[in-house]
């Protein structure tokens, strides 16, 4: 009878002990995958239910924003209730608000793929915006922002050609050109809610 105690006993702290490896191997490969989350993959998760989020941009902007989409490099929000997309580079965000469950919600695994809109480089965008002629508002990291139309955009940079807000690209209303890197983008707002790619 006491044979079977003591088996029995050790069969118990050999299964506590498996089990107390096991959760630690568990929380060893949770630390491990989280440590290869990025900013990308988390908003990824964020998008899938468009939540609200306070983003705070290079330049000091603070917008209540919406996440609509999200690209490869860049995100696309609406905020403060303006329609208008707003679309920031992921190097210009500062830093982000969600409620709690939202930001432990971005930590689940397998977020959903966005398919091509998620591999659509801010390049890619703004090279399209370009092509349709779609007017634009350039908050850059410092300066004040400037409205125009984008005449095309490089590997690095766009060429703004600078008008009044509400007046289409023509020549005569054209009062200026500037060549802005991506690296000192803020933000960019699409103006017309038609052109939004």
Not at 60 to 79: H, M, Q, T, Y
Not at 160 to 175: K, N, Y
């Amino acid at each position: 009878m006491e044979w079977e105690h003591l088996f029995d006993d050790l069969e118990g702290q050999l299964a506590a002990e498996w089990e107390a490896e096991r959760a630690a191997l568990d929380a060893e490969s949770e630390r491990l995958r989280i440590s290869k989350l990025t900013l990308h993959d988390r908003l990824r998760a964020m998008s899938a239910t468009e939540g609200r989020m306070m983003l705070e941009l290079a330049g000091g902007e603070r917008w209540d924003a919406v996440l609509r989409v999200v690209g490869a490099d860049w995100v696309g929000v609406s905020a403060g209730g303006d329609s208008r997309m707003r679309i920031a580079p992921l190097d210009a965000i500062e830093s982000l608000a969600v409620d709690h469950g939202t930001l432990l919600a971005s930590l689940s695994p397998g977020a959903p793929d966005s398919g091509l809109r998620g591999r659509m480089t801010l390049g890619f965008v703004l090279r399209d915006l370009a092509r349709r002629r779609v007017p634009v508002t350039v908050g850059r990291r410092s300066g004040d922002p400037q409205h125009g139309t984008i005449d095309r955009a490089g590997a690095d940079h766009l060429d703004l050609a600078l008008h009044d807000p509400h007046e289409p690209r023509r020549v005569r209303s054209v009062r200026g050109f500037r060549s802005i890197p991506f690296v000192s983008l803020s933000w960019v707002r699409v103006e017309d809610v038609s052109g939004v790619v």
